[in-house]
C-alpha cells in the first residue's frame, strides 16, 4: 500500500460518493488513460493489437457486464455469453456483408460491407434486441428460475 485515506477529508455528499475519491487514484487513472491511448498505440505490434489487446478488451466489457448484473443487481444469468456471441457474429456479417434469402419469392437480399464502427453498433444493437426478446418472458421470475431461463437462452443459441 503506497497510501493512506487518512487525511482525505471529503466535505460534500458529492465528493464523498466519487468514483475515484482520493486523489492519488485520480492521478493514476490519468497516468494509466495517457499511456492506454497515447503510447500503447505509438508502439503496440499489429500481433499485440491480435492477440492481446483486443481480447482483453472483449473480455473486459464481458466482465463489467457481468459485474453489473450480478454484483449491482443481485441476478443471476447464465446466458449472458449468448448476447455476447450473438452480437458478435452481428457485428462480423454486418461488416463482411449480409446476405439474406428469401425463399419464398425466390430472391436475395445483399447488404454492402459496413465500416468498423456501424457494424459494431449495430452489432450491439441486435444483441439487445435479442436480449429483450428473451428478457421480456422473462420479466416476473427471479432467483433460480431465472438463471435457468438465460441458461437455456444460451443452450438454444449454441445449437442454433
Not at 2 to 29: C, H, N, T, W
Not at 32 to 59: C, H
Not at 116 to 142: E, W, Y
Amino acid at each position: 500500500m503506497l497510501y493512506r485515506e487518512a487525511g482525505q477529508f471529503k466535505a460534500s455528499y458529492v465528493a464523498d460518493q466519487a468514483i475515484f475519491p482520493i486523489a492519488q487514484d485520480r492521478l493514476i487513472m490519468l497516468a494509466l488513460l495517457v499511456v492506454a491511448f497515447l503510447v500503447v498505440p505509438a508502439v503496440a505490434s499489429e500481433y499485440a493489437y491480435r492477440a492481446v489487446l483486443i481480447p482483453v478488451v472483449i473480455l473486459s466489457l464481458a466482465a463489467i457486464g457481468l459485474n453489473v448484473l450480478m454484483g449491482y443487481c443481485g441476478q443471476v444469468s447464465l446466458g449472458s455469453g449468448a448476447f455476447m456471441a450473438i452480437g458478435a457474429y452481428s457485428a462480423y456479417k454486418f461488416a463482411n456483408g449480409v446476405h439474406l434469402p428469401l425463399a419464398w419469392i425466390g430472391e436475395q437480399i445483399s447488404i454492402a460491407p459496413l465500416p468498423v464502427l456501424p457494424s459494431i453498433l449495430l452489432g450491439g444493437l441486435m444483441a439487445a434486441l435479442v436480449g429483450i426478446l428473451f428478457g421480456i418472458p422473462s420479466l416476473r421470475i427471479k432467483g433460480l428460475y431465472l438463471a435457468v431461463a438465460t441458461l437455456a437462452a444460451q443452450f438454444f443459441f449454441d445449437w442454433g
